[in-house]
């Protein structure tokens, strides 16, 4: 499979995960924006945001709010983000959601 996300869910390219679920899997962004910078992902490929169904959306922030508190950023403030398409961004093509934190955005 090419899909670079679907390739770490695998184990086959190395990532620092920093949470894992059932249904997701969250590492560090290589190219970090912020000094929390990690990618939550859905195990399963979904190419867009748009795509993912009430459920996946759901285990997604579950997580967001879990790594948050994990990475001492909860009570501070974070961003959450998701880039949708070409136009916005997006160079993965495996639904990601963002999150920053760790300074003022």
């Not at 160079?91 to 934190?101: P, R």
Request: glycine share 8%; proline share 6%; aromatic share 6%.
């Amino acid at each position: 499979m090419s899909c670079l996300f679907c390739r770490i869910v695998d184990g086959e390219i190395p990532a620092t995960v920093v949470h894992e679920t059932k249904t997701t899997l969250a590492f560090r962004d290589i190219h970090p924006k912020a000094p929390v910078h990690v990618l939550i992902i859905p195990r399963e490929h979904v190419p867009n945001a748009v795509d993912l169904d009430g459920d996946q959306l759901g285990d997604l922030f579950a997580a967001a709010k879990e790594i948050a508190e994990a990475e001492g950023v909860s009570e501070t403030g974070y961003r959450l983000l998701f880039n949708t398409g070409p136009d916005s961004g997006q160079e993965v093509f495996h639904a990601h959601l963002h999150l920053l934190g760790g300074t003022r955005l």
